[in-house]
């Protein structure tokens, strides 16, 4: 209690000594009480960047989450076009069209030797 008592004490008498044409002056002193504390308040650098990796990796993982589900349901997709031209049900063309490809992308995508 009285180091930080302390910590605030010289916090005051440094905004109180700042030259008058400190650009900053008026914003500092306007702002005292979030200055103060601040000041006072310990920063922990390895913890601030801990929580900035450990929010990064999230974010990471709920975005590859969200691209292999895309990419799933991209190639369940194609799959099932694959399926309706083995079976007649469809030509390559028309499968293409319905996975907005090329002829060329579908026929590499869904593995034909081309037909």
């Known amino acids: 209690m009285a180091e930080s008592q302390a910590k605030e004490e010289a916090v005051d008498a440094a905004l109180n000594e700042l030259p ?3 650009v900053i002056k008026p914003y500092l002193l306007a702002h005292r009480a979030e200055v103060k504390m601040t000041s006072i308040t310990e920063y922990d650098e390895e913890k601030v960047h801990s929580d900035f990796f450990e929010d990064g990796v999230q974010q990471g993982i709920e975005i590859g989450i969200k691209k292999g ?3 799933g ?6 799959k099932m076009l694959v399926k309706g031209v083995s079976q007649g049900l469809l030509t390559i063309s028309q499968a293409a069209g319905l996975a907005q490809m090329t002829e060329s992308e579908f026929i590499a995508a869904g593995g034909f ?3």
């Open 113 to 115: 030797n081309g037909r």
């Open 20 to 22: 008058d044409d400190f």
């Open 73 to 78: 349901i991209e190639q369940g997709g194609i």
């Open 69 to 71: 589900i895309k990419k």
